[in-house]
């Protein structure tokens, strides 16, 4: 699989899902072979707590619905990462996906952390907020970035951070649909 997005909305076809569908459509145009996992729908657990990772870098231990996506995030070529803002932080559906992702950061002798996942990959973002200011989680977001970026070792092919404070749909906002296909031709280019 060239891209694999993971989805930490609930809404099959709310904001954040029609932003990556968007973003995978324009890397499809590229002839990119694309998936998306929608966590809300997958049958798997949060982490376990078991440390297991912590020897077997890259691995995790806990073999669920979540465990294909781990593993084809260490061999696609891109990766997106969408998720709405629920009570001022990122959704916790998307939690569940986080703290499985610790078995993708190896740990460095004498502290800190190394990606797991092979060099080289592009990742892109999406966030979904009712607040009007696209700043005002900027904690959250810039932290989920950093899972992909620090955390994974990829390059960030773009961003998109959609407000709905009128209500408007992301479907219904052509210059942002715009945006995330010309982001979804960036990450596989
Ligand atoms: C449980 C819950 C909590 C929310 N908390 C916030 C919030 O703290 N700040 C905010 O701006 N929007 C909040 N929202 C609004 C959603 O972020 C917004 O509707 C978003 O567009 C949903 O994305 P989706 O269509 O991809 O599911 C919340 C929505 C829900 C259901």
């Known amino acids: 699989m060239d891209v694999v997005a993971i989805n930490g909305s609930p809404r099959k076809n ?3 899902a029609t932003l990556i569908r968007a973003i995978l459509e324009g890397a499809a145009s590229t002839g990119a072979q694309t998936t998306e996992a929608v966590i809300h729908d997958l049958d798997m657990k949060g982490c376990q707590g ?3 990772c912590r020897k077997n870098h890259g691995i995790c231990a806990q073999e669920d619905g979540l465990s294909p996506y781990l593993e084809a995030i260490k061999t696609c070529k891109a990766f997106v990462v ?3 803002i629920y009570m001022y932080r ?3 559906q998307m ?3 986080v703290d499985r992702a610790y078995s993708l950061y ?3 002798p004498g502290g800190g952390y190394t990606p797991a996942v092979p060099a080289g990959k592009k990742f892109a973002l999406v966030t979904s907020q009712g607040a009007p200011d696209p700043e005002q989680y900027h904690r959250s977001i810039r932290w989920l970035a950093g ?3 620090t955390g994974f070792g990829m390059e960030e092919a773009g961003r998109i951070i959609h407000t709905n404070s009128n209500r408007e749909p992301a479907r219904e906002n052509s ?6 296909r010309d982001i979804g031709m960036r990450l596989v280019g």
């Open 95 to 97: 939690k569940l996906f």
């Open 147 to 149: 899972m992909a970026g």
């Open 82 to 84: 969408g998720c709405p």
């Open 14 to 16: 709310g904001n954040t």
């Open 90 to 92: 990122i959704s916790g």
């Open 175 to 180: 210059e942002l649909l715009k945006k995330a």
């Open 106 to 108: 190896m740990p460095k």
């Open 50 to 52: 078991c440390f297991s």
